[in-house]
């Protein structure tokens, strides 16, 4: 199988996971023997007391209890196929909200045109700030001016010209600050991303491994409802990819809003602030992710938990980020 796959797909077939799947159904039957019996034994010993206790009370034993737990053996005997086809039904549905390949590479080149655009208007900002300088006769030494000239050429050789639209943009101070957010936020959705995929996979084949003992815990009657507990968890996990591709093509159709040519200057001149909201609305929805899937399917118990820990790692990295800019 391919590595990328492993680390990074939706998916349970690859040899080690089947290989610890197979293992642990194994030595899930064995533990599911020890909870039936234990459940008979509650069973017998409960309704007993209670059939002595007062003779109206339900039949003696509770044959749907036993049935329960021979289903669930069942279950277990059947248990591979059983998570290939939760997998690989959410596997379809994320294979089929993803980035087609014609939309993957304009996103990749509206990502190189974005980090482009804004190593220019930095560059923008820097000449028009020592031309200021210069103007203003702060240049006491001639250095500003021989930046300046330098700067003048390296222009002639690269056939950089300010545009009547960057002209605009820069008469908008705000816009430097929101251009360094803006660069910032589109590095932490990446981050955010890289990261919420790395606990989702290794979140889906922690359940899928461990699934078997959950069939065979399940028999016995304080953890009942442990079965649908995992099963929430897992389709909310694994619903988490397709939240974060439904994500990607929102950002994909942001960046097309954005670099789509527009004669609007007014509109131009604040467009770094505009889209600094949507950066921030789109950081906070990636983070969370998990909290979003549950709502869909699932439970949000481990949803908030997980999204807690996505927000601790962004925050991390935004301390990070802030603290390398300061020292650059």
């Not at 981050?191 to 996979?201: A, F, K, S, T, W």
């Not at 602030?273 to 789109?282: E, N, P, R, V």
């Amino acid at each position: 199988m391919n590595q990328d796959n492993f680390l990074w797909g939706l998916q349970i077939t690859d040899g080690l996971t089947m290989e610890l799947v197979s293992q642990m159904t194994v030595i899930a039957f064995g533990v599911g023997v020890i909870c039936f019996i234990c459940n008979l034994a509650y069973n017998y010993l409960y309704h007993g007391a209670s059939q002595l206790l007062s003779p109206n009370e339900d039949k003696f034993p509770d044959m749907m209890e036993i049935a329960r737990c021979l289903v669930l053996f069942f279950c277990l005997s059947i248990y591979t196929p059983i998570a290939q086809t939760i997998v690989g039904t959410m596997e379809v549905i994320n294979e089929a909200t993803s980035l087609t390949s014609e939309r993957a590479q304009e996103f990749a080149q509206f990502m190189a045109q974005s980090a482009i655009e804004q190593g220019e208007m930095i560059a923008e900002y820097d000449k028009h700030s020592l031309q200021s300088e210069v103007a203003a006769g702060e240049d006491s030494t001639g250095a500003m001016q021989h930046e300046l000239d330098k700067k003048m050429e390296e222009d002639e050789m690269t056939g950089v010209r300010s545009s009547v639209e960057k002209i605009v943009q820069l008469l908008n101070p705000a816009n430097l600050a929101t251009l360094v957010l803006h660069g910032i936020s589109a590095l932490l959705v990446g981050i955010i991303q890289v990261v919420i995929l790395g606990i989702g996979v290794v979140i889906v084949k922690l359940l899928v491994i461990l699934g078997p003992f959950v069939f065979a815990v399940s028999m016995l009657p304080v953890f009942q409802k442990q079965l649908s507990i995992w099963f929430g968890t897992l389709c909310s996990a694994c619903m988490v990819f397709t939240v974060i591709n439904i994500l990607n093509q929102i950002i994909w159709q942001t960046f097309k809003a954005i670099y789509t040519e527009s004669a609007d200057m007014v509109d131009a001149a604040t467009q770094q602030i505009q889209y600094l909201g949507m950066d921030l609305a789109l950081i906070g929805a990636y983070c969370s992710c998990f909290w979003l899937s549950s709502k869909i399917v699932g439970h949000s118990d481990a949803g908030k938990i997980i999204s807690k820990t996505v927000s601790i790692v962004t925050t991390a990295a935004t301390i990070a980020l802030m603290g390398g800019a300061a020292a650059g």
